[in-house]
């Protein structure tokens, strides 16, 4: 059974995560959409996983940002500020969010 707490802090945090992400630019409208399902998964399957989840997006974020001018020039089709679609965040999120989904389902089913 699904504790409640898990799952209202895995929704609030999802939901804070992909909206902030959205409005700055980091994400796609489709990617936030993503990435609300991948930190529902992660963060109900654990804190720790949420929390490493957080981490990674906020850290990603602001490296993808470094020498931004730099790749404009050097690379075809460089989206400024890193906007990641549904795509990127399957490919970098995708197995993290399914050890997540494997842990929750093994210890929190009753």
Do not use: P
């Not at 409640?4 to 902030?20: E, H, I, K, P, Q």
């Not at 409208?29 to 654990?46: I, N, T």
């Not at 996983?49 to 020498?67: D, H, N, W």
């Not at 795509?87 to 995708?94: E, H, K």
Request: proline share 0%.
């Amino acid at each position: 059974m699904v504790e409640y707490g898990y799952l209202a802090f895995a929704l609030g945090l999802a939901t804070a995560m992909s909206v902030r992400g959205y409005r700055k630019r980091s994400l796609s409208a489709d990617g936030a959409a993503l990435a609300f399902v991948v930190g529902v998964v992660s963060c109900a399957a654990s804190v720790r996983f949420g929390l490493t989840l957080i981490a990674f997006f906020l850290g990603s974020s602001r490296v993808t940002k470094i020498g931004a001018e730099r790749k404009k020039k050097i690379e075809d089709g460089h989206q400024v500020g890193g906007n990641r679609n549904w795509v990127q965040v399957a490919a970098n999120g995708g197995l993290g969010t399914l050890l997540a989904a494997v842990y929750w389902w093994r210890t929190r089913r009753a």
